[in-house]
C-alpha cells in the first residue's frame, strides 16, 4: 500500500514528472497519422482485462470488481500494465487482500474505470470516473497523465472499451478527502474526539445525498433493495457549506489549513473557556450550555482555514478567509478574517503585519487546491476569534428597558437620540524660514456619536447593550466627542467654543448566573471601584507611554495639554487640545479599565451584559463641567497578558472614573 499512500501526498509531483517524461514522441505521430487501433476483443472488458494486463485484472478479481466488469453494464477501462507497480502489495500469492478494500477499490480501481465506452480519438475528452474524480483523455494518446499504449488501446469489448496504459494514474485527494488521509496518519490519543476530522466527518453535518440517475445498479437485494455498482454521491456538509468551503468540489480551488489534532484540541480549549453560557440557558432545554460551547468550540477552532483563491485577487499582499464572506452571525468589520503578508497602502486599525502562510510549512497539492498540515495554528486567538467588540451609540445599541418612558438602566435623557457622524477637517498651514507659506496640511478625522442631552436638570444615565461578548477578559474603552462639536463650530471662532470637559463614571453590568434572578440583570448598579487619577502636570512624553499612552491622541478631548519645548514636560493651559503635529483633537478614547466576564453571549439574540456612562456633576460644578455628553462607543478588546496594558483611569486630570464588577 505504500504506493498509494504516496500518491496521496505526492499525486501532482509525480504527475508533473510524468509530463516531462512522457511527452509527445515521434513514435507516437507515426501511429497517430496512421490511424487509430480498432481492435475488437469477442469477450467482456473482464475477460480482455486478463489477457492485455493480468496483473490489474488480479487485483480487480480480489477486490470484487471483476462481476462488474463481467456485467451487461457499459464501462471504460484503462488498464496499467503488468511492471508498471508492485502486484505484492495488493494480492498475496493466494490470491487474497493485502490492503484496505474500499481504499483500493476507490483511489486505485475506480481511479482507472469510467461509465459507457469511451474510444481514443482525434478530440480531447473530459469525463467523470467511477470514484467521482475528473478523467480526461487526449487526442495526442494520454490519459491524465499516463500515456495510452500505441497498440492496445480501442479495444472493443461485449461491454465496453479497453485501453493499455504504460503507468497507474496517481489518485489526486481533494482537500476534503486530505482531511480523513492526515487524521488516518496522525498519532494523537484524543484524536476520535478533538480534531478537525472528528468535526467535518460526524454523521451529523456530513450527509451525502445519493443521485440515482447518474448511480448504476444491478437489481435488488433480498429485501427489495437496489444493490449500487457505483454510487453518484452528492457532498452535502452543512459546516462547511455555512463558511462557504466545499472542500469536497473537484472544480473549486483553496488554500486551506489543516491543524493537527494536537493543535486543533489546544485552540478548541481555549475557544471553550471562552464560552461558558449563562446557565439560564439551560432552562430552555437541560444541556442546552453544553451543546452551545461544543458548536461554537468547535466553529472558532475552524474560523480562517479556508481561503478562496478565485476570490482573494491580491493573494501577493493578503488572504480573505472565507468566514471574510460568508458569516454565520451577520455583519462584520471589513477588516476582520483578513491577514496580511506585507504593509499595504493603508493599514487598518488594530492590524499587524502576519504571513501565516510563510509559518505553514510545505505547502501539498491536491486536486482541489493546495493544503498545508500544521502542528500550530499561524495565527493567535485573538486575530482567529477572540475579537475586539465595538459598539456605536448610534447604532440603536441605547438600552430602553423598564415600563413606558421610565427605563432601569438609562434615566434622565430626552428623546429623540441625536445622532451624527461626519469629517472634522484640522488645517496646519506650513511656512518656509523665510515665513513664506508653503502650503496646507490637512487631517481630516471621522467622528460620529449621539448627543445626550439632560431633560432636565439631573445627571444623565445612559447604557448601552453589548452584544456577542465571550467569558473572558476584556480592555474596556469609552470613546467620547468634545462638547463643541455638537454647535456649528465652522461658524464659532476657536475662542467661543464650549470646552468643558465631561466628569463621569462607567459601570459594567452583567445577567445574573445564580440564584431566583439568574439570566436578568440585576437592577441597581453596586460594588463601585474607584480608579486613581494621575497628575498629568509635570509628566514627559517618556512617563505618558509608560501609561500606555502613545502620543496625546489618548487623552480626552478637552484637558487642555501644552508642551514645554525647553523642559520637554506636558503644562496646563487653555487651548484645545491638539496632537504632538498640533492637529485639534476630535474623538478621545478613555481607557476605563479590565474587566473578566463570567458568561459568554456569543450568537445569542439577548445580550448579557450592559455598560453604563453616568455623569458625576454637582450643581456647584455645572459651570466647569457638562452634563450633556457625546458618546461615540464602547470598546471591548481582549486582553493580551502578553501586551503593556494603560494604567487605569489614563485619562484627563479632575476626571473620577468608576466601575461596578456586579456579582464579581
Known amino acids: 500500500m505504500n504506493n498509494i499512500k504516496n500518491t496521496f501526498r505526492a499525486g ?20 497517430y497519422n496512421a490511424g487509430l487501433s480498432a481492435l475488437k476483443f469477442n469477450g467482456t472488458t473482464m475477460q480482455a482485462l486478463e489477457e492485455t494486463a493480468p496483473d490489474f485484472a488480479k487485483v480487480v478479481k480480489a477486490y470484487g470488481f471483476s462481476r462488474e466488469l463481467s456485467s451487461d453494464n457499459t464501462y471504460t477501462v484503462w488498464a496499467p500494465a503488468d511492471g508498471s507497480f508492485d502486484l505484492s502489495e495488493y494480492v498475496g500469492t493466494n490470491g487474497e487482500r493485502l490492503a484496505d478494500s474500499a481504499e483500493v477499490v476507490n483511489d486505485f480501481i475506480k ?154 484540541g489546544e485552540r478548541y480549549k481555549k475557544a471553550e473557556s471562552l464560552l461558558k453560557f449563562n446557565p439560564s440557558e439551560d432552562k430552555r432545554a437541560v444541556g442546552t450550555c453544553d451543546s452551545l460551547t461544543r458548536h461554537y468550540a468547535n466553529s472558532f477552532a475552524m474560523t480562517d482555514l479556508y481561503y478562496n483563491q478565485k476570490a482573494n485577487e491580491h493573494k501577493e499582499d493578503s488572504l480573505k478567509s472565507t468566514n471574510y464572506y460568508n458569516l454565520w452571525h451577520g455583519v462584520v468589520d471589513w477588516t476582520q478574517h483578513v491577514y496580511y503578508s506585507k504593509e499595504p497602502k493603508v493599514m487598518p486599525e488594530d492590524k499587524e ?113 453589548v452584544p456577542n461578548t465571550l467569558s473572558g477578559t476584556y480592555d474596556i474603552y469609552l470613546v467620547t466627542c468634545p462638547l463643541w462639536l455638537s454647535t456649528d463650530y465652522n461658524n464659532i471662532p476657536q475662542e467661543d467654543w464650549d470646552i468643558r470637559p465631561y466628569r463621569f463614571t462607567v459601570s459594567v453590568i452583567e445577567r445574573e448566573n445564580e440564584g431566583s434572578n439568574m439570566g436578568q440583570f440585576p437592577t441597581k448598579s453596586s ?68 474587566y473578566q466576564f463570567k458568561n459568554a453571549y456569543y450568537g445569542r439574540s439577548d445580550y448579557g451584559v450592559i455598560i453604563q456612562i453616568a455623569s458625576s456633576i454637582l450643581s456647584g460644578q455645572r459651570t466647569d463641567y457638562s452634563q450633556e455628553m457625546l458618546i461615540s462607543s464602547i470598546i471591548l478588546k481582549p486582553h493580551d497578558e502578553d501586551a503593556p496594558v494603560a494604567e487605569e483611569a489614563n485619562t484627563r486630570k479632575s476626571i473620577q472614573l468608576t466601575t461596578s464588577n456586579i456579582n464579581k
Request: net charge negative; glycine share 6%.
Open 111 to 264: 481511479n482507472h474505470v469510467a461509465l459507457y465506452s469511451l474510444s481514443l480519438t482525434t478530440k480531447d475528452q473530459s469525463f467523470p470516473l467511477l470514484n467521482n474524480k475528473r478523467g480526461s483523455m487526449t487526442a495526442d494518446g494520454k490519459f491524465g497523465h499516463s500515456l495510452i499504449d500505441e497498440q492496445q488501446n480501442n479495444i472493443s469489448c461485449k461491454n465496453g472499451v479497453l485501453h493499455l496504459i504504460d503507468t497507474p494514474s496517481p489518485y489526486a485527494c481533494n482537500l476534503f478527502e486530505m482531511i480523513a488521509k492526515q487524521y488516518k496518519d496522525d498519532p494523537s490519543e484524543d484524536k476520535e474526539t478533538l480534531s478537525l476530522y472528528a468535526y467535518l466527518y460526524d454523521p451529523h453535518v456530513n450527509k451525502d445525498t445519493l443521485i440515482e440517475n447518474k448511480s448504476v445498479s444491478r437489481g435488488v437485494d433480498a429485501d427489495g433493495n437496489k444493490i449500487w455498482v457505483s454510487k453518484y454521491l452528492e457532498k452535502n456538509n452543512t459546516v462547511l457549506k455555512n463558511v462557504d468551503a466545499r472542500l469536497y468540489e473537484e472544480d473549486s480551488l483553496f488554500i486551506a489549513i489543516f491543524p493537527t489534532a494536537k493543535a486543533w
Open 527 to 594: 460594588q463601585f471601584k474607584t480608579f486613581d487619577n494621575p497628575e498629568w502636570e509635570g509628566l514627559s512624553k517618556d512617563d505618558l507611554k509608560k501609561l500606555g499612552l502613545a502620543s496625546t491622541t489618548y487623552l480626552a478631548p478637552n484637558w487642555p495639554l501644552e508642551l514645554d519645548e525647553e523642559t520637554n514636560k506636558y503644562k496646563p493651559n487653555s487651548q484645545i487640545l491638539r496632537d504632538d503635529n498640533g492637529h485639534i483633537i476630535v474623538n478621545d478614547t478613555t481607557y476605563v479599565g479590565q
Open 353 to 465: 503585519i502576519n504571513d501565516i502562510l510563510a509559518k505553514c510549512g510545505d505547502p501539498i497539492e491536491c486536486s482541489n487546491g493546495i493544503a498545508y498540515i500544521v502542528d500550530e495554528y499561524p495565527f493567535s486567538a485573538q486575530e482567529q476569534f477572540f475579537k475586539k467588540i465595538k459598539v456605536f451609540a448610534s447604532d440603536g445599541s441605547v438600552n430602553k428597558m423598564g415600563s413606558g418612558g421610565n427605563w432601569t438602566y438609562t434615566k434622565n435623557v430626552g428623546e429623540p437620540f441625536t445622532p451624527r457622524s461626519g469629517v472634522f477637517n484640522s488645517s496646519i498651514t506650513d511656512y518656509n524660514e523665510e515665513g513664506e507659506e508653503t502650503g496646507m496640511d490637512v487631517l481630516r478625522q471621522t467622528y460620529r456619536y449621539v448627543d445626550f442631552v439632560p431633560s432636565n436638570s439631573g445627571n444623565i444615565t445612559v447604557s448601552l447593550n
Open 12 to 31: 501532482f509531483a509525480i504527475a508533473a514528472g510524468l509530463v516531462a517524461m512522457y511527452s509527445c514522441t515521434d513514435t507516437w505521430d507515426d501511429h
